[in-house]
């Protein structure tokens, strides 16, 4: 069973501050995608990664996945009251199947 | 040019009684997936249909199937209701469901079991 686990569960910071949050997979998936979702709405892309080493930037949001194509991080810089969601790491295996994390709770306070 | 749209937006049921979810996927897109996503978790993978059939089908039993019209529209059907089954389902619709094919997620079907 392919595994994905989000670190960590629940970040409540400043806004202003910078923070890191991770996803660890057991095993290899075809591509590794981020999402934000938002209090009743469904989850909505935020970047695909696909080769290992692979460094992505979207503003302040700094995607990283890693040589082994096991494990990924997001980088947000100056956070904003508007970056508060669910995070959600997926990994992607044929035919597009996506296994979830269980996300990782972001606040960022005013 | 119309996302992925979902209905109904929520939905109370009690147990042992069946439900019907819809969802009409993007403009352009062929495959479409369903997820479940219980409070607190990720969404887990229930099935994919693609050219009107399912092609993948995640761990969930028997009383959970679907279909796929021609117009690439797809219903999710639940008998049997359980309290478990409740739950935000999602729906995501991609262009011919490759792993590096972006999904697009509609709003999803809030689903209450009482």
């Known amino acids: 069973t392919q595994l994905l686990e989000q670190s960590p569960q629940f970040l409540s910071i400043q806004e202003g501050e910078n923070l890191t949050v991770y996803c660890n997979s057991s095993?290899?998936?075809?591509?590794l995608q981020w999402y934000r979702q938002e209090p009743g709405e469904g989850p909505v892309l935020l970047v695909t990664?696909?080769?290992?080493?692979e460094v992505k930037k979207l503003k302040r949001l700094t995607f990283q996945f890693g040589d082994a194509r096991k494990d990924s991080s997001l980088h947000i810089t100056a956070a904003q009251t508007g970056d508060t969601g669910l995070y959600l790491c997926?990994?992607?295996?044929?035919?597009?199947?996506?296994?979830f994390g269980k996300g990782i709770t972001l606040s960022v306070r005013p | 040019d119309a996302g992925v749209t979902q209905s109904p937006t929520h939905l109370i049921k009690t147990r042992g009684q069946q439900v019907t979810l819809r969802c009409s996927p993007k403009?352009?897109?062929?495959?479409v997936s369903w997820y479940q996503q219980a409070l607190g978790q990720g969404p887990q993978f229930i099935f994919q249909?693609?050219?009107?059939?399912?092609?993948q089908r995640g761990n969930f039993p028997d009383r959970f199937s679907g279909h796929q019209f021609p117009n690439y529209s797809s219903e999710l059907n639940v008998n049997a209701l359980l309290l478990g089954d409740s739950a935000l389902y999602l729906c995501?619709?991609?262009?011919?469901?490759?792993?590096?094919?972006?999904?697009?997620f509609g709003d999803g079907t809030r689903l209450s079991i009482l």
């Open positions: 249909y693609y050219e009107e059939e399912e092609r």
């Open positions: 095993s290899v998936f075809s591509s």
């Open positions: 403009s352009g897109h062929d495959t």
């Open positions: 997926a990994g992607a295996g044929a035919n597009s199947k996506l296994t």
């Open positions: 995501a619709s991609s262009y011919s469901g490759g792993p590096y094919q972006p999904q697009h």
């Open positions: 990664v696909v080769t290992g080493g």
